[in-house]
């Protein structure tokens, strides 16, 4: 119940506490415990009802807690895209760290050349900016995983074994089917059933593994021309505001790709979905 949270939190305010602890002393030195307890206890009841029922405390406490998710969150997929980052070879790992160092290149270019012209840069646009390729490297970086994962996949599973599977099951299945009914048969039929599916699922996932391969290695070279592009837009003497709004165009015209990657789930076993996006550029200016 929210309003149980808000007073929850009311009561455990360190300022709270205190008074509650330093009234009950009081009253217990007072020597008379059973006017000052009672009076404490109508104080502290009277405290949660208006603190805990104030729009702006309760306010203050969903923005609190918003914040340690929030921070949690980035934390994990920090670490993720590390763990990620370290699991792929060594061509991959190049792959991204030149697009990386050119992103930063051309990014202290630009910095560099509104400096020497005395030129702002706002820096809400250029936050924004940054945010968008942020996203637009970290999806490049779970395509990349993405094929890894999927040459992992194909090195162990191939359609051929799994058909061969389907097959004998198939066929093992119609000879328990033709035996005469009883209840061992049953159970047999019913486990023959169930893996009879589960080959059907793992022939699916595999065709669509490798019908999606071609796409994810399509989709990364796609990424990769439009970052450098929007990176080489920082160096030109246009508005910062229209590069903002190119870089918010490709963030949001990738979630096919984002979808690419969540049916893929179940070779790469991450989700595309409610995460946050690491800060992947740094933030520091160039020094002037």
């Known amino acids: 119940m929210q309003l149980f949270r808000y007073i929850r939190k009311a009561f455990a305010n360190h ?8 009234g ?4 217990l030195l007072s020597g008379s415990p059973e006017i000052g307890l009672p009076l404490v206890a109508a104080a502290e009841v009277a405290w949660l009802g208006f603190v805990g029922t104030h729009p702006r405390f ?6 609190t807690e918003n914040e340690v998710v929030r921070s949690q969150d980035v934390a994990a997929t920090d670490e993720r895209m590390r763990k990620m980052f370290a699991s ?12 990386l160092k050119q992103c930063n290149e051309l990014r202290s270019i630009s910095q560099g050349y509104h400096a020497a012209n005395s030129e702002a840069e706002e820096g809400t646009v250029a936050e924004l900016r940054m945010n968008g390729l ?14 890894y994962s999927l040459n992992r996949f194909f090195e162990t599973t191939g359609a051929e074994q799994i058909q061969r599977d389907l097959k004998q ?6 000879c328990e089917q033709d035996r005469p009914a009883g209840t061992q048969r049953d159970r047999i039929i019913a486990t023959l059933q169930d893996n009879l599916q589960t080959c059907a699922q793992r022939l699916a996932n595999f065709e669509q593994a490798r019908d999606s391969y071609e796409l994810v290695r399509a989709e990364q070279q796609r990424l990769e021309t439009r970052i450098r ?5 920082s160096i030109s003497q246009g508005d910062p ?6 870089v918010d165009t490709v963030a949001g015209s990738v979630t096919e790709t984002e979808k690419t990657l969540e049916d893929l789930k179940f070779v790469t076993g991450m989700s595309s979905y409610d995460e946050s996006v690491p800060e992947i550029l740094p933030r520091q200016k160039v020094a002037q």
Not at 58 to 63: F, L, M, R
Not at 229 to 233: H, Q, T, V
Not at 241 to 246: E, F, N
């Open 24 to 27: 009950i002393g009081f009253s």
């Open 15 to 22: 300022w709270n506490l205190l008074g509650l602890v330093g």
């Open 241 to 246: 505001g229209t590069i903002s709004s190119q």
């Open 229 to 233: 592009s929007l990176a080489e837009m």
């Open 58 to 63: 309760q306010q203050y406490v969903d923005v």
């Open 134 to 147: 942020d996203k637009l490297l970290w999806l490049y970086l779970k395509l990349l995983y993405t094929e």
């Open 169 to 174: 099951v198939q066929e093992r299945l119609k």
């Open 88 to 99: 792929l070879p060594r061509g991959l790992q190049n792959r991204f760290t030149e697009l």
